[in-house]
């Protein structure tokens, strides 16, 4: 009888395969996770190479990196370009834009810079050679679009524009310890009279809250830099005397907002007598143009006549007409650059008062005011069309009914000296307004409004 076959040994045999099959592959196994992990190793420093690089550690502003303004550090800048906020090419662009162009230029830190009057100043100081530094938060109080142009045509000058907030303290401390600013010019507000019965927070937050951090960080800066800042009209409030002068009373704002610019006035003399900050504070008087904005009501009157849609025009509770001393764009430019060019240095250091240092008010108006019915008229002229008028009663809103300015401070001070008519203004900013919108029409020349419009 056959023995059955002896299986044990080729038991033992496969076992020991299968064993060996094992060890091999663990060994196989091993030596792919020490790759994978060799790599990862890698990497992670090929990384953190990127990132010392780019974006050097921003120890003394631990926050900022996760500050809601700069979201587009992570949706766009991390992977799209290199020109975060804190990288070597973002100090780049703004060692760029603010290197004087000239001998003995400023380098001028400008905010609200995507502004208004903001966007015409850094132009105007771009142009003679300045170095000029845009910050502006791009906020939507009105279509953030045109502020976006007016970037592009800042860009184009070789002016940038940081996007961040006036509130932002670690962002401003870093610009100032990547430039040395001569100057700021303050433009950056909530503006706008009526809108702050519907929204009194902003102007809290942006007209005191915001200057004050812009004033803290100037004043610790080394040197510090003289500061020229946007005031208004409307302190004068319910001052009855004309035309408004700065030694009038500013002590009855009518609007929130005339009530946070005249705390910013008190708030200057505050800085200037503990830090000796060297403040000037300009008091414009309704400035229209070009590139204006569109919350204002030379503005959005042109947009519903040309749409054929009612405008209100108010009178005081007496029925007079309310008018204003309506103050054409370049003049208030220059009258800015001229403030700048006299502003006297501050006196302090690091944070140290070492000396009385300047704190000045001025009137920045055109000397001549001009009924609303009478702006009213001028742009049917231009525009050739019938506005649809609604003369109503001034709501009870903050406006108030009269602006006049004396401006002899600023004359004697820097030679300010308005010389634009409201129909020349007008007319600017009319051909500006169709040209930008796209609206095809014919704006009459300047020698017709005049005959129309005479006594102008
Ligand atoms: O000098 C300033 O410090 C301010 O100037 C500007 O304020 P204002 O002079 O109020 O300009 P703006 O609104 O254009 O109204 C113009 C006229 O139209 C009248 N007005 C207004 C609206 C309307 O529907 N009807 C009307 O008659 C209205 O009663 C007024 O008489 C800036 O906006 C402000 O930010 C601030 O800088």
Known sequence: MASPPDTSKTIKLERYNSYLRRIHSTKVLNASSKLLFRATLLIALVLILFFTINYPPLSDHPQHLHHPHHHSFLSTSFFASSSAVGGAAWEKKIRHSSTPRRPNGFSVLVTGAAGFVGSHCCLALKKRGDGVLGLDNFNSYYDPSLKRDRQKLLLKHQVFIVEGDLNDAPLLAKLFDVVPFTHILHLAAQAGVRYAMQNPQSYVSSNIAGFVNLLEVAKAANPQPAIVWASSSSVYGLNTQVPFSETHRTDQPASLYAATKKAGEEIAHTYNHIYGLSLTGLRFFTVYGPWGRPDMAYFFFTKDILQGKPIDIYQTQDEKQVARDFTYIDDVV???????????????????????????????????????????????????????????????????????????????????????????????????????????????????????????
């Not at 001229?338 to 944070?351: E, F, Q």
């Not at 050739?384 to 004359?411: C, E, F, Q, W």
């Open 334 to 456: 220059k009258g800015c650059v001229g403030a700048l060019d006299t502003a006297r240095k501050s006196t302090g250091s690091g944070g140290k008062k070492k000396g009385p240092a300047q704190l000045r008010v001025y009137n920045l108006g055109n000397t001549s005011p001009v009924p609303v019915g009478k702006l009213v008229s001028i742009l049917e002229s231009l525009l050739n069309t019938k506005a649809k008028k609604h003369v109503i009663k001034m709501p009870r809103n903050g406006d108030v009914p009269y602006t006049h300015a004396n401006v002899s401070l600023a004359y004697r001070d820097f030679g300010y000296k308005p010389t634009t008519d409201l129909s020349s203004g007008l007319r600017k900013f009319v051909k500006w307004y169709v040209s930008y919108y796209g609206i095809h029409t014919r704006v009459k020349k300047d020698s017709e409004i005049r005959s129309e419009h005479p006594e102008d």
